[in-house]
């Protein structure tokens, strides 16, 4: 996959590929300390679900305590997609992420 830049990526219909979404920091600590820069702060990710238009093929999706991982396939050359991420943290908390897929042949 190419990414373009944060959360935008292009894909060729024909590839299948994995996207995840990081909810941790860059760095991957998830302390809840001073450097701990990431979203969840020390909290894990319990559920995730993912939102995907109809022309997208779900291959599978998994998640791990920070971060949620989807292996799509399809698309439409000349179309872009948005694909949403969807957390339940142990803390109770809920989020929601997109993604950008700009289908061409690379």
Not at 26 to 42: E, F, H, P, R, Y
Not at 49 to 72: G, K, N
């Amino acid at each position: 996959m190419a990414r373009l830049e944060d959360g935008e990526f292009i894909k060729n219909p024909s590839s299948e590929l994995d996207y995840t979404v990081n909810w941790a920091s860059k760095s991957g600590v998830n302390d809840g300390s001073a450097i701990d820069t990431g979203w969840l702060q020390g909290d894990t990710i319990v559920t995730s679900s993912w939102e995907i238009p109809a022309e997208l093929t779900r291959i599978t999706d998994v998640h791990t305590d920070t971060t949620a991982t989807l292996i799509m396939g399809g698309g439409v050359i000349g179309e872009v997609y948005t694909v949403r991420n969807t957390i339940d943290t142990v803390g109770g908390r809920t989020d929601v992420r997109s993604i950008t897929i700009i289908m061409k042949y690379k």
